[in-house]
């Protein structure tokens, strides 16, 4: 493979991706073959780091990857290369190299992953266990922010199945942290750091809510297309020994968040922490939940719309004299938080609750929030609040396989303790996982009101 040279005056690599490329020649072969944007270089994919995805959330990953001095070279690909190409020019201390390719292309996926050290996916969950493949065979080590919701009441979560892989990934000597975004991912490592106070543990509540404008209020300040297909899987509470399934948006309850957010009502819905946490802290635990505030009746529209046959994707309306999939139609009408002009009013609040037996045989609780108003967010990276946590922990999670902080290869849901019990980073560097990355409020205590 021929070594990268660089540019003095553009910082851009040249070299090649497999065979040579130039011109408007692609990479990947088919019906949606990948092509290179850069046409009038060649270059290699000796690089560094990869995004996958350059959408709302794939394109603050970038930013925050392209801040951190540590990353020399990101590759950022995207099946709609107007997308990909627009974030070419964001790097400050890393070169960037713009790629159009279908991560479906699994041949054009595993060329361009390489010479990648770790990718980030930050496309749909959906495609998450075929990027794991592609860097599997690759040797690339891998991040994402989020499981697939199962289709079907059920089904094996796409979480489990990633997680299921860690035999095999360890042996091949690469990492992947999986469902690493704001929640999932800084609330398991809120739970962990909590979680090791105690010798056993009783339950372990996770709590969200986001207050903004009223156009956005009672809605995901998140990605659409992931909301709707968590909200198509019941959700489930770990009781125990096992999982059971709930009814959609129900488990209502009046919960008090931090200021400046305050009461608010939640409910339960599926969310991956539920998952991965009874068996991944390394003792007993007997209950996880977890509940939003996203509107119950919006839930439930769902639910009715996917009973009458509306969200299949081959189900069609006509607008105008256009036809598209009532599905587009229905998350058109849902605010879209990379659409959003001007800082948005507000906060999001993340809180997780661990109830348990210590060592010494007493009971006691501890309480984690984690508070970011949306204007903050805005002013750091033109975002929500939502999308920045998300982003920051994806990008966190990047170095730390990078700079060899875990404590094994393999998969696991976040750093720390594994499912056969080893540790990874302890409290304290659990405490600094995002401070790092220039953190938001995050508060420790054991407040009167919880028993």
């Known amino acids: 493979m021929q070594r990268l040279r660089r540019s003095r005056a553009s910082r851009e690599w040249v070299g090649r991706v497999g065979p040579q490329v130039t011109g408007s020649r692609t990479v ?111 040797g690339c080590s891998y991040v994402d922010s989020a499981g697939y919701s199962p289709p079907v009441a059920g089904e094996k979560s796409g979480v489990l199945e990633q997680l299921a892989l860690d035999t095999r990934w360890r042996d091949r000597g690469i990492s992947a942290i999986v469902s690493m975004g704001s929640d999932p991912g800084i609330s398991n490592v809120m739970a962990r750091v909590a979680a090791d106070r105690f010798a056993e543990i009783d339950r372990i509540l996770i709590r969200k809510a986001a207050t903004g404008e009223k156009a956005t209020e009672g809605f995901p300040l998140y990605s659409r297309e992931v909301f709707i297909s968590a909200a198509l899987s019941n959700p489930i509470v770990w009781d125990r020994k096992e999982f059971r399934q709930q009814e959609p948006a129900s488990g209502d309850e009046l919960y008090e968040f931090p200021q400046p957010i305050g009461k608010r009502r939640v409910h339960w819905f599926w969310h991956e922490e539920v998952l991965t946490l009874p068996t991944h802290l390394g003792k007993p635990v007997g209950w996880v939940d977890y509940k939003h505030d996203v509107n119950p009746e919006l839930e439930r529209a769902i639910h009715a719309f996917d009973a009458l046959g509306l969200l299949r994707p081959d189900h069609k309306v006509k607008v105008g004299v256009t036809q598209i999939p009532f599905r587009d139609a229905f998350m058109a009408a849902m605010p879209e938080p990379s659409t959003l002009i001007g800082p948005l009013p507000g906060a999001l609040g993340i809180v997780v609750e661990v109830h348990g037996t210590k ?93």
Request: charged share 30%.
């Open 28 to 138: 990947g072969k088919g019906r949606n073959p990948s092509k290179l944007l850069r046409t009038q270089s060649r270059f290699d994919t000796r690089v560094k780091a990869a995004v996958l995805g350059t959408g709302g959330l794939g394109r603050i990953i970038t930013l925050e990857l392209a801040a951190d001095r540590r990353v020399d070279e990101i590759v950022i690909v995207d099946k709609r290369g107007d997308r990909s190409r627009a974030l070419q020019s964001l790097g400050k201390t890393a070169s960037l190299t713009a790629l159009e390719a279908d991560v479906t292309d699994g041949a054009a996926l595993h060329r361009i992953l390489a010479g990648v050290d770790v990718a980030v996916n930050a496309t749909l969950p959906a495609h998450n266990l075929r990027v794991m493949e592609a860097c599997f065979e690759a």
């Open 359 to 451: 060592g010494d045989g007493t009971k006691s609780a501890m309480r984690a929030s984690l508070t970011m108003e949306h204007r903050e967010a805005n002013r750091r990276r033109g975002t929500t609040a939502e999308r920045f946590l998300t982003a920051a922990a994806s990008a966190a999670a990047v170095m730390m396989i990078h700079s060899r902080r875990l404590p094994r290869a393999g998969v696991r849901p976040r750093p720390g303790r594994t499912s056969d019990g080893s540790r990874g980073p302890g409290a304290r560097r659990a405490r600094g996982f995002l401070r790092r990355r220039g953190s938001p409020s995050l508060r420790w205590s054991t407040p009167s009101h919880i028993r």
